[in-house]
Nanobody
């Protein structure tokens, strides 16, 4: 059974860093893409990064490119989102999600979701 569990959120000051984790079971990254989404109050859910099952390549939203890095540890069945130079506008609930093979920027294309982890960037 496909399951995803996010962790690592918390409160951090502007300019600080956090590393989010998404532990997954029931599939391998040979067949599923994993994406990180975030949703702030009053905002649409948006994709911030995704890793494809085709070649392991990653994509990033323009708003986070150069600050966030997605990586994976197959031995631990975990995908990470390293977030550096955090800004108040990064405050949101962060979710990991998966679909077969290909990344999509639409949350409606994803079949399975974690419960989310809160990231708050504030002084």
């Amino acid at each position: 059974q496909v399951q995803l569990v996010e962790s690592g959120g918390g409160l951090v000051q502007p300019g600080g860093s956090l590393r989010l984790s998404c532990a997954y079971t029931g599939f391998t990254l040979d067949y599923y893409a994993i994406a990180w989404f975030r949703q702030a109050p009053g905002k649409e859910r948006e994709e911030v990064s995704c890793i494809s099952s085709l070649d392991g390549s990653t994509v990033y939203a323009d708003s986070v490119k150069g600050r966030f890095t997605l990586s994976r540890d197959n031995a631990k069945n975990t995908v990470y989102l390293q977030m550096n130079s955090l800004k108040p506008e990064d405050t949101a609930v962060y979710y990991c999600a998966t679909e077969a093979y290909l990344c999509s920027d639409s949350p409606y294309e994803y079949d399975y979701w974690g419960q989310g982890t809160q990231v708050t960037v504030s002084s």
